[in-house]
């Protein structure tokens, strides 16, 4: 549907869009494009996100390594991934339009800075001839614009220097993609008021290049068309935008409030899970301690201590950082203490790609410390989602005293999306008395027989003084013993205790038909790309379904049942194929793994091609 502004330009309406900023780390792309994506939110639109950020701390300026992007998709119905093509690119260099221009829409919209692009620009974006003329572009709809010298013009009335303007051009960039998606200025001038509140120049100044930028875009015959993007039936209620890292902290500050305990956090910091850490250190008012500690082992240790002491210990760290935390996980197995652990991962090994996503940690989450030791699996599949997660990580952990160690990735943590706020009446209660008198019968690893948890004996309480530490305990009394029978017991025990909590999750569920020809399972990130997927396939009469895990170990108690009801069974993975290397060994059906190892999520039509193949091949 189309009808005509009041600028006489065309005003059509659209279900859904994709947008993606992109230029030099220090061009303010992650600010503007968050800013795009709350305003979004306010006009009631469904969004994800999906920030991109350079490997390199300080790559040169125009350089291809050095290129930031900020993508969001933003639609008048439900969304489960950033999009798959941006429709329009807002390029503010060379180097950001040859980076991303692969992955724009044929057709599509580029918005690009052309003062930008100069010998010595192009130069370092490893262009031979300037693309804004040699014709190379002629698939897309170019738009160029001079937003250094206009923003430059418009930022006269501010007292700050050339340099300090310049700054300012992302500003001018927002407010032409406001004009092309009939967003108000209002909201963002407003926000500006209270972030540059303290420097009224800075404010003026780039109050002037957001106003610019409209501007020029509702008078300039470049464009004709603006879109229209209209509000999503979302169910009623009040909602936040977070990504994935501040959905995690939240969780935790819910759940160990409604525990009754302090929230003691240790973290060493390592990208991408330091924003938790930074997240949880404001919120002191809700009994939350944040702990910078010198490695990835003392912060273990001192989670596990504050476990020990009566508070919830929760550790977070990234990919290589949850190498060192092993044997102090090792630990908290054996000393039978609560302990979150959050693995918030990115691209490996090693070192790898920090700022890159991937799921290659899962088979180190389950078995990658030494001996026999069991401990909970959970991953979150969605930025909103990590509230819920965190909250039953503290639930499990408190409930059978064993670590539990939760997986996001960085997809996950920085990309963002609207969650509803849930009402605190509606959280269960999760608190666990501790025993505050002695009784003659007291025995620090006699057990609840329904979830094999030993007592949380709090250090200090008289009469209940109790030996801990990292040697094998005996049963019951948790004395140090080396019988072998002992031990073999308290093995045992330990992974009866993990393997009863399947009892205390919901069975697996199947989005589709629970038997057919295809069944496509996921856990982690990759729920959003498959959803999609397979709701695009069985539109199209296919028969596709669809199983999300969100507990890893222990898996639900159906899970090998549903996989027998389909003839073929695909898992798509950020990995070489790790939760289908488990399937298929404890449940022995013929899974077949999709594998991505790019530091990319899965685009949605990766995942419907896969489809097609596999059922043209049933």
Partial sequence: MASSSQSGKQLQEIHQATVRFAGDSGDGMQLVGSQFADLSSLMGNAIRTEP????????????????????????????TTPGDEPYVLVAMNPAALKVNLPEVQTGGVLIVN???????????????????????LAGYRVVPVPMTRLNDEATRVAELSSRERARCKNFF??????????????????????????????????????RAGYNFANTTELFRVHYHVAPAKLPKGRYRRVNGNEAMALGLIAATHRAGRTLLYASYPITPASEILHELSRHKEFDVRTLQCEDEIAACCAAIGGSFAGAIGVTGTSGPGLALKTEAMGLAVMTELPLVIINVQRAGPSTGMPTKTEQADLLMALYGRHGE????????????????????AVRLATKYMTPVLVLSDSFLANSAEAMALPKPKDLPDLSIPSPTQATPDFAPYRRDPNTLARPWAIPGTAGL????????????SGLVTYDADNHRKMVELRARKIDGIARDIPPARVDGEARGDLLLVSWGSTYGAITAAVKSARAEGHSVSHLHLRHLHPLPANVGEVLRGFRQVLVPENNLGQLCLVLRSRFLVDAKPLPKVEGRPFLIREIRNAIEQELRHA
């Fill in 52 to 79: 991109d950020f350079p490997s390199e701390i300080r790559a040169p300026a125009g350089s291809l390594a050095g290129v930031s992007g900020y993508q969001l998709h933003f639609a008048d119905e439900e969304v």
């Fill in 173 to 210: 960039a927002l407010g032409v993609v406001l004009w092309l998606y009939d967003r108000p200025l209002q909201p963002l001038l407003e926000w500006m008021m209270k972030k540059f509140r303290k420097t009224r120049d800075v404010m003026a100044a780039n109050g002037a290049a957001l």
């Fill in 373 to 392: 030791s069991p401990l909970a699996v959970l991953a979150a599949s969605s930025p909103a989602d990590c509230f819920p997660v965190a909250f039953e």
């Fill in 114 to 136: 052309q003062d930008e692009f100069n010998a010595a620009n192009l130069a370092k974006a490893r262009y031979p001839t300037n693309p804004l003329e040699d014709g190379s």
């Fill in 465 to 476: 003084e109790h030996r801990i530490g990292g040697l094998e305990k005996q049963d019951g």
